[in-house]
């Protein structure tokens, strides 16, 4: 089998780098986890999601933080 499994869209703008992608086979390796699949639908469907760069676009995007002790 082939073919594409991450979808990766850059325009650099003189604003900065703006992208929007897709990831066909999901974040994480686990079937019980909520980001399993959660993107496979918005690949068959041809849509792609837009992708944060500053900080700002990372903490309205973010959903968990993780941080080591």
Not at 2 to 29: H, N
Not at 32 to 44: F, G, K, L, R
Request: aromatic content about 12%; overall charge negative; cysteine-free.
């Amino acid at each position: 089998a082939g073919g594409d499994g991450w979808v990766l869209v850059v325009e650099f703008t003189k604003d900065g780098p703006q992208a929007r992608s897709v990831l066909a086979y999901g974040e994480s390796s686990i079937a019980t986890s909520p980001w399993y699949s959660d993107q496979a639908a918005m690949y068959a469907r041809g849509e792609l999601k837009p992708v944060a760069f500053s900080e700002a676009e990372i903490a309205a995007q973010l959903v968990r933080a993780y941080r080591p002790d």
